[in-house]
């Protein structure tokens, strides 16, 4: 349906949040009066949007219903359009307001007052509405036609006089061209310079000074396309590397700083196709997640990754964002689109990131399937980072490898000698040339043994064994490491007596 969303000024990013999940439904939403053309009467651009809508969604809160407020003008024009609400108005309570204030129009339509989630609950109330009588609509479209019709006879008659006018001013027009030219190459100059002292800013994670230097350059409607770009990239790279903060001496939620950064996003969208879409579509839906996750509201982010990767079947931030969020419940699905974002090259670090943050929490098998990342890495080149390199050393080939349901994990995800060699590049030997720890040496010789270098494996255990008993070290690192050196050394049979 084509809807029209009225809502008060200080609403606007619950109404940009509402109108997205609307279009992930395929509706079509008018909701930005500030983006109407330019040069063309405000309330008849409002009139004929309202006119072409199949619906009227309002948002309710005590601004909403002050005398002389623009979303009054717009329920007066939907009564126009729709002299009985029924089935085309719906009545949205966004802040608690007396039944009794609201104007007779909104009170006779069933007004819808939600009790958890404004936006899922609007969205699934939207899908309840019934479908528009399509001849009023087709009468409003024939009126705005005729009108325009007027409006271009007149712009001809007056652009003529103009043509006479100007060819007489040519000259001094000209220079006063090449001036403003020269000031405005000028201004795209410094506008530029100070964009990247603000992308350097982001990138150095100062989110938050960055995003406020970007609001002030991009106020101008002339503003470069590259710095809104880089606006938009520095919004996406919060969204990506967002964390909780302290400020002011108290907590800085997830949702406080994705209301800075998700209006950019959906601004972005407006005029973005293909890949920039998509990336920028998967970013928000990863906000909602978010904001899910911390319990202050968010929609069902997965329409706008599967948007998403209809945008961009390839799209990494999509399917390493949904990878990440399917593991472990999905484990096949979750490797399926790590995969595919492991094969789009792009932003690869972030990409393995994702995937030992949701391997390195979970059992036995996603302990395997985090080895076999770094594995991957290995041989492809990739670098694994002090943090990741410890974390896979705690976790995967720590204490875990002590107990046996570990162990066959490990041992069926890789071959014997790519598990050995990707413990050696998790677990080096100390830097000061000292001793490893007892669990690191009994996981180098598990692997040793499984990789049938029996021999080295048999003298660590052996080693470890001694320096354990001296020292009185009882427990299951002892006891493991003795079932190992019987797993080697099996007990010969008894010889046979005639």
């Known amino acids: 349906m084509k809807l029209f969303l009225s809502y008060p000024s200080a609403e606007r990013i619950t109404a940009e949040r509402l109108a997205l999940a609307l279009e992930a439904e395929g509706h079509e939403v008018f909701f930005d009066r500030h983006d109407l053309p ?72 069933t007004l819808l007052q939600p009790q958890g989630e404004v936006v899922a609950e609007t969205v699934a109330a939207v899908a309840r509405l019934s479908q528009p009588a399509f001849n009023q609509r087709g009468a409003a479209w024939v009126a705005g036609w005729a009108a325009a019709a007027v409006v271009v006879v007149a712009a001809l008659a007056a652009g003529t006089w103009q043509w006479q006018a100007a060819q007489q001013r040519e000259e001094q027009r000209e220079e006063q061209r090449a001036r403003q030219s020269e000031r405005q190459a000028a201004r ?95 970013h928000f839906a990863w906000g909602e997640r978010l904001r899910w996750r911390e319990g202050s509201g968010g929609g069902d982010p997965a329409p706008h990754w599967q948007r998403a990767l209809g945008e961009d079947p390839g799209n990494v931030f999509a399917h390493a964002m949904l990878g990440n969020v399917l593991l472990p419940a999905q484990a096949d699905l979750a490797r399926k689109h790590f995969a595919q974002a492991v094969v789009a090259g792009r932003e690869r670090a972030w990409v393995r990131v994702m995937q030992f943050g949701a391997a390195l929490s979970g059992g036995d098998a996603e302990a395997a399937y985090a080895v076999s990342v770094a594995d991957e890495m290995r041989r492809g080149g990739e670098s694994l980072s002090p943090d990741q390199r410890r974390r896979l050393a705690n976790y995967a080939f720590g204490t875990r490898l002590l107990n046996a349901d570990t162990r066959a994990a490990l041992f069926a995800a890789l071959p014997a000698d790519r598990l050995l060699a990707t413990h050696a590049a998790v677990v080096p030997p100390p830097a000061d040339g000292g001793a490893a720890s007892g669990v690191n040496r009994f996981g180098r010789a598990l692997l040793q043994a499984h990789a049938g270098q029996t021999e080295p494996a048999r003298a660590t255990l052996l080693a470890l064994q001694r320096e354990l008993t001296d020292a009185r070290q009882g427990g299951r690192l002892l006891d493991e490491t003795r079932r190992a050196l019987a797993a080697l050394d099996p007990p010969k049979a008894a010889p046979q007596v005639r």
Do not use: N
Request: aromatic residues 6%.
């Open 188 to 282: 795209e100059q410094a506008v530029t310079a100070a964009a990247a002292t603000a992308a350097r800013l982001c990138q150095d994670g100062s989110h938050g000074p960055a995003m406020s230097r970007f609001a002030e350059l991009t106020t101008a409607p002339d503003t470069p396309a590259a710095v809104r770009g880089a606006h938009q990239d520095c919004a996406m790279r919060w969204v990506r590397e967002i964390r909780a903060q302290s400020g002011d001496g108290r907590r800085i939620t997830f949702g406080e700083q994705l209301d800075i950064a998700q209006p950019v996003l959906l601004r972005g969208l407006e005029t973005a196709q293909g890949v920039r879409a998509a990336d920028l579509r998967a």
């Open 38 to 109: 330019a040069g063309q009467p405000f309330h008849q651009r409002l009139r004929e949007a309202v006119a072409a809508a199949d619906a009227f969604v309002f948002l309710i809160t005590p601004a909403a219903l002050v005398p002389g407020s623009y979303t009054l003008a717009e329920m007066d024009m939907a009564r126009q359009r729709w002299p009985r609400p029924g089935g085309h108005v719906l009545p949205v309570m966004l802040q608690s307001v007396p039944l009794t204030a609201l104007p007779p129009y909104l009170a006779a339509v």
